[in-house]
């Protein structure tokens, strides 16, 4: 790998990590937890999808009642070591390479 390889991807990994938390701040109730929908707005994909990463324990979650919680560094963590390829993700990199190629 050349240095400007290199480079390259050292510039990608930082722009896609810096655009992921530029996404619109969640709310989350009192104690700090996220609702399934709250969830699937925050990564762009649908509900059910939170629920099938529920169902597979790749995401962390509690039953409160009838209801599903879910920590915001869960579902960071999620997407940082499994998530896969997502809309959130698919569109961070569109971004990044709509930057790296006005740099050329």
């Known amino acids: 790998m050349t240095l400007e390889e290199n480079f390259e991807a050292i510039v990608r990994r930082v722009l896609r990590e810096e655009l992921a938390t530029l996404g619109k ?3 989350t109730t009192s104690d700090g937890y996220l609702t399934i929908n709250e969830s699937a707005a925050i990564v762009g994909v649908h509900h059910t999808t939170i629920r099938g990463w529920i169902s597979d324990s790749s995401l962390k979650a509690v039953k409160a009642g009838r209801s599903w919680r879910i920590l915001r560094a869960d579902l960071d963590r999620r997407l940082q070591t499994g998530g896969g390829n997502n809309k959130a993700t698919e ?8 930057m790296l190629a006005r740099s050329r």
């Open 25 to 27: 701040p969640a709310e």
């Open 91 to 98: 569109d961070i990199d569109r971004q990044v390479d709509r």
